[in-house]
């Protein structure tokens, strides 16, 4: 479809071609465009004149890092080995009858220390006096005949001696022999009553040892033999006891240098939070071998137990003073870091600027530990907020303390 155009009498006019209307509608779009980007340009000439007219300004300064931190030290710090005990009583016996017989009476209280040789229980004792009574007089009888054929024995040497042909030298070697026989009759009579005296004595039963007794496993009346597996009675010897512990087999050698040198070795005994001492004793023993499933070695520590804290039976921590380092390099756990190349720690350097340096470590207590190379007296050192520095970085330290103040004792135990 074609446009037509009018003159300015009214005229109606031949239509103007299609293309010369889409040469206007060109020509009209290039000056739009032109215009649009007339106005970018002066916007940006006018941004560049801003820009350039106002001050660079500096990238904005990271704040320091707050930190914790302490103070290396010097000191002494003791080598201090733990293990997992028990308390091992130096003896228990469990009390039994020897003799078979009714319970005629209980002579000991429950709890109570006893004596060695205190009597403890009463077993019918009537049947042993009479057995004892038997023997006794089977004795006297062998004995009688004993000593009538030594008597004819002599009575047949003085008739030889005065007249030969009235006692044959045979009957006089029979008489002898019957002797003998006798005499080994007397003998077999002797031990059966001593051996009735014995269990006449056995039905008194005492305690083999001195400590204290157990709560009663047999009540009064009942019948006991010498195969009853609970007895009469367990006696615990309480004071002096012992603490049977182990150690991991790697440190058993610094422990063997001293105890063959016969020094001798502190070992206090803790309860199972290792919050209240329970006894101080020394160590008196250690095992021959080591144990190949655990790969730990047995030791046993003695106690005075004079208070009877340790109890027997009772699981204990035992810490074994092996050293004490003199004027050690002392820092805290809590400054050792560990990376890829080993220890380090954050040292906090002039102006609060912290530089990580390596270190080399040597025994640890969990609250202290000996710093061998890489630190020095006096250097100040990072123990909280570690996680947030880098090399270079700025700290602020709101509070220090020494690496040898007081602490509450660790958990972790020593190494």
Same mark, same amino acid.
């Given at each position: 479809?074609?446009?037509?155009?009018?003159?300015?009498?009214?005229?109606r006019?031949?239509?103007a071609?299609?293309?010369a209307?889409?040469?206007r509608?060109v020509?009209?779009?290039v000056?739009a465009?032109?215009?649009?980007?007339?106005l970018?340009?002066?916007?940006a000439?006018?941004?560049d004149a801003?820009?350039?007219s106002?001050p660079?300004r500096?990238?904005?300064?990271?704040p320091?890092?707050?930190v914790?931190?302490?103070?290396?030290?010097?000191?002494?710090?003791?080598?201090?080995?733990?293990?997992?005990?028990?308390?091992?009583?130096?003896a228990t016996?469990v009390v039994?009858s020897?003799?078979?017989?009714?319970l005629q009476?209980?002579?000991?209280h429950?709890?109570e220390?006893v004596?060695v040789?205190?009597?403890l229980?009463?077993?019918?004792?009537?049947?042993?006096?009479?057995s004892?009574s038997?023997?006794?007089?089977?004795?006297?009888?062998?004995?009688?005949?004993l000593?009538?054929?030594?008597?004819?024995?002599?009575r047949?040497?003085?008739?030889?001696a005065?007249?030969?042909? *009235? #006692?044959?030298?045979? /009957?006089? @070697?029979?008489? %002898?022999?019957?002797?003998?026989?006798? +005499?080994? !009759?007397v *003998? #077999?009579?002797?031990a /059966?009553? @001593?051996?009735? %005296?014995?269990n006449?004595?056995?039905? +008194?039963? !005492?305690?083999?040892?001195?400590?204290?007794v157990g709560?009663?496993?047999?009540?009064?009346?009942n019948?006991v033999?010498?195969?009853?597996p609970?007895?009469?009675a367990?006696?615990?010897?309480?004071?002096?006891?012992?603490?049977?512990?182990?150690?991991p087999?790697?440190?058993?050698?610094?422990v063997l240098?001293?105890?063959?040198?016969g020094e001798?070795?502190?070992?206090?005994?803790?309860?199972?939070?290792?919050?209240?001492?329970?006894?101080?004793?020394?160590?008196i023993?250690?095992?021959?071998?080591?144990?190949?499933?655990t790969?730990?070695?047995?030791l046993?520590?003695l106690f005075p137990?004079?208070?009877?804290?340790?109890f027997?039976?009772?699981?204990v921590n035992?810490?074994?003073?092996?050293?004490?380092?003199?004027?050690?390099t002392?820092?805290?756990?809590?400054?050792?870091?560990?990376?890829?190349?080993?220890?380090?720690?954050?040292v906090v350097?002039?102006?609060?600027?912290?530089?990580?340096?390596?270190i080399?470590l040597?025994?640890s207590?969990?609250a202290?530990?000996?710093?061998l190379?890489?630190?020095?007296e006096?250097?100040?050192?990072?123990?909280q907020?570690?996680?947030?520095?880098?090399?270079?970085?700025?700290?602020?330290l709101?509070?220090?303390?020494?690496?040898?103040?007081?602490?509450?004792?660790?958990?972790?135990?020593?190494?």
């Open positions: 479809m074609t446009a037509e155009a009018t003159d300015p009498s009214g005229a006019r031949a239509p071609p299609q293309n209307l889409w040469g509608r020509r009209r779009g000056f465009v032109a215009a649009l980007g007339g970018a340009w002066a916007g000439a006018a941004y801003w820009f350039a106002t660079a500096a990238p904005a300064a990271r320091p890092v707050s914790e931190s302490a103070l290396v030290s010097k000191g002494e710090f003791p080598v201090i080995l733990v293990g997992l005990g028990t308390v091992v009583p130096v016996s039994k020897q003799i078979s017989g009714q009476e209980i002579l000991f429950e709890s220390m004596r040789g205190q009597a229980a009463q077993v019918d004792p009537r049947p042993y006096r009479l004892l038997q023997s006794e007089g089977q004795y006297q009888k062998d004995l009688a005949l000593q009538n054929a030594e008597r004819d024995l002599k047949y040497e003085s008739l030889r005065r007249m030969k042909d *009235a #006692v044959s030298e045979q /009957q006089e @070697d029979t008489q %002898r022999a019957l002797i003998a026989q006798y +005499r080994g !009759v *003998a #077999v009579d002797q /059966q009553v @001593d051996q009735a %005296r014995l006449l004595d056995y039905t +008194r039963i !005492v305690s083999p040892i001195e400590g204290r709560l009663r496993p047999v009540d009064l009346g019948y033999q010498a195969n009853d609970n007895g009469v367990v006696v615990t010897q309480i004071a002096p006891t012992t603490v049977v512990f182990t150690l087999s790697s440190q058993l050698q610094p240098k001293r105890f063959r040198a001798e070795l502190p070992v206090v005994a803790y309860d199972n939070d290792r919050a209240h001492p329970l006894g101080q004793g020394r160590l023993a250690i095992d021959n071998q080591i144990d190949a499933t790969g730990t070695v047995k046993r520590a137990n004079a208070d009877e804290k340790l027997p039976n009772l699981f035992a810490e074994l003073l092996v050293d004490s380092l003199k004027g050690a002392l820092a805290p756990a809590e400054a050792v870091q560990r990376g890829a190349k080993g220890a380090f720690a954050y350097g002039a102006e609060n600027v912290v530089a990580t340096r390596p080399t040597g025994p207590n969990g202290r530990v000996v710093i190379d890489g630190l020095h006096g250097d100040r050192v990072v123990t907020g570690v996680d947030r520095l880098r090399e270079g970085a700025n700290v602020s709101p509070q220090t303390r020494k690496a040898d103040a007081p602490k509450p004792r660790d958990k972790d135990g020593a190494s």
